[in-house]
């Protein structure tokens, strides 16, 4: 199948892109002189993870053979991946749960009134693809212009890739940009093939050099809270706090509030 093989593809390009990461130095290995590329050769890595050379290669070239739990550990530890990265490389080999559906569900009318219950707190509910499903008058004010398509959501990726506002709003936009990406490397992961990702990916990298430049590294990263310096249109630039949570019934939802640092967090 055409997603199997594109799958086995993305594994391979994500274990060549970890691997040109590790020095022979880092895994104890003797210095050579100058190599041609950097980091580890497959030969190397195979024989620090106890498995056969050709075995490896083959796994890199994304041919179709089966990697057992052991192997893929072995191969994670080699490789000193951190625990998103190790998830993202047992999906990839096929340890993964049931594909996304091609379609939304619909949200709730209760559940998309949640966060205009938050006001004054800026909140919003977004999907697995960054679709914003809901969100409050205080979330559109600090993120203006994060509107709506006559035939498509409003996109929080969508909005931080090809919405101008968006490099005077977020401050450190190249950091939270990569971290944006990398997030949507390990999401895309768990759902190869999906069409909802696919679209979405595509478009950024047309209209986005840096989405371009970017996504062929391979980072991976979940998403979580945190804190980010955001510039609201008319003030001076703030720290914010936010917390992620998803929604019991729809975890691929995820209900984002945001407070600024000085101000009492939502309780």
């Known amino acids: 199948m055409q997603q199997e093989e594109d799958q086995r593809r993305e594994l391979g390009a994500f274990l060549r892109s970890r691997r040109g990461r590790i020095t022979p130095e880092q895994v104890g290995l003797p210095h050579t002189g100058r190599r041609r590329t950097p980091g580890l050769r497959r030969e190397e890595l195979a024989l620090l993870a106890g498995i056969s050379a050709t075995w490896y290669t083959y796994l890199e070239q994304g041919r179709d053979i089966r990697a057992s ?3 893929l550990g072995a191969i994670a530890s080699t ?16 340890h993964a749960p049931a594909a996304l559906a091609e379609e939304p569900e ?5 559940v998309a009134a949640v966060p ?3 006001q004054p707190q800026p ?17 559109g004010e600090l993120f203006p212009n994060l509107t709506a398509a006559a035939d498509r959501p409003a996109n929080l990726a969508r909005w931080t890739f090809l919405e101008p506002v968006a490099r005077d709003v977020v401050v450190d936009w190249e950091t939270e940009a990569r971290g944006l990406v990398a997030r949507l490397r390990m999401l895309a992961g768990r759902h190869p093939g999906n069409s909802r990702y696919t679209r979405l ?8 050099t840096h989405m ?27 720290d914010f706090v936010y917390t992620a949570f998803h ?11 945001y407070s600024e640092e000085s101000r009492s967090v939502v309780g």
């Open 69 to 71: 739990d052991q192997v």
């Open 79 to 94: 490789l000193r991946l951190d625990p998103h990265e190790r998830e993202h490389l047992f999906r990839l080999a096929g």
């Open 247 to 257: 929604l019991a019934e729809q975890p691929e939802l995820t209900l984002v509030i």
């Open 123 to 139: 909140a919003y509910i977004i999907d697995g693809t960054y679709d914003v499903l809901s969100f409050n008058r205080a979330a």
């Open 116 to 118: 205009h219950l938050l």
């Open 201 to 208: 990916i595509d478009e950024l990298k047309a209209g986005s």
């Open 106 to 110: 619909p949200l709730a009318a209760e």
């Open 212 to 238: 371009r430049d970017w996504w062929p590294e391979y980072d991976v990263q979940v998403q979580h809270g945190g804190r980010k310096r955001l510039r609201p249109p008319g003030r001076e630039a703030a």
